[in-house]
């Protein structure tokens, strides 16, 4: 048996243990480091259902959104900040206690983050194509700096729930960094958040 295979099977009891004990975190981080060697594995991906599925976090998600927006405001980019809210407040991943949010990697990231930041808080979507051009210049601009482009790329488009754009901007910088394995983690999550947002019980 190869040691991939090994190692899931290994994750796939580690997260049932903390599932039986009901520790969801530890099992939601086994889930995801399981999709992040295999991104089709179904086990994993009904876990997290599961988990997410929990009476107690559905009560307190749905408390804690409504201090967020109105909950009878169903516009697609209200929708969008609860999800991404949500998946902020699940996710365990280390790399969100960083405080890197603020500055730009270079100076020409400043206005995609103006227009990210539209997009978030009130649904002016328009720019969003600029946004992305302006990221690839970047990348081509300063090519040192491409992984702390990325990053910092993909934790914007991921922290505002745009977990599509964060999923290609992952996959890009995997492309060029094959053993990362903290990418690999955050694109098993975002994939699934991409994947699976209408089966999230708080925000139906």
């Not at 930041?117 to 040192?144: F, I, K, M, P, S």
Request: glycine fraction near 2%; aromatic fraction near 10%.
């Amino acid at each position: 048996m190869e040691l991939r295979t090994r190692t899931i099977l290994k994750l796939i009891k580690q997260a049932e243990h903390f599932i039986d004990h009901r520790d969801w975190d530890e099992a939601a981080v086994r889930c995801y480091q399981i999709l992040a060697l295999d991104g089709d594995n179904v086990d994993a991906q009904q876990k997290l259902r599961l988990i997410y599925l929990q009476r107690e976090l559905v009560e307190d998600m749905r408390s804690a959104l409504l201090r967020l927006s109105d909950p009878a405001d169903a516009s697609p980019h209200q929708y969008r900040r609860r999800l991404a809210f949500s998946y902020r407040v699940l996710s365990r991943w280390d790399g969100w206690l960083q405080d890197d949010q603020e500055q730009t990697p270079v100076d020409e990231l400043e206005a995609v983050a103006q227009i990210l930041n539209a997009a978030y808080l009130h649904g002016d979507d328009r720019e969003l194509l600029e946004a992305w051009n302006g990221y690839v210049e970047a990348c081509a601009q300063h090519t040192a700096q491409r992984t702390d482009i990325q990053w910092w790329m993909a934790k914007q488009y991921a922290q505002r729930g745009f977990f599509a754009d964060a999923a290609e901007v992952l996959t890009e910088l995997i492309a060029h960094h094959p053993d990362n394995l903290e990418a690999r983690y955050v694109l098993a999550e975002m994939r699934w958040w991409r994947d699976h947002a209408d089966c999230i019980a708080w925000l139906a």
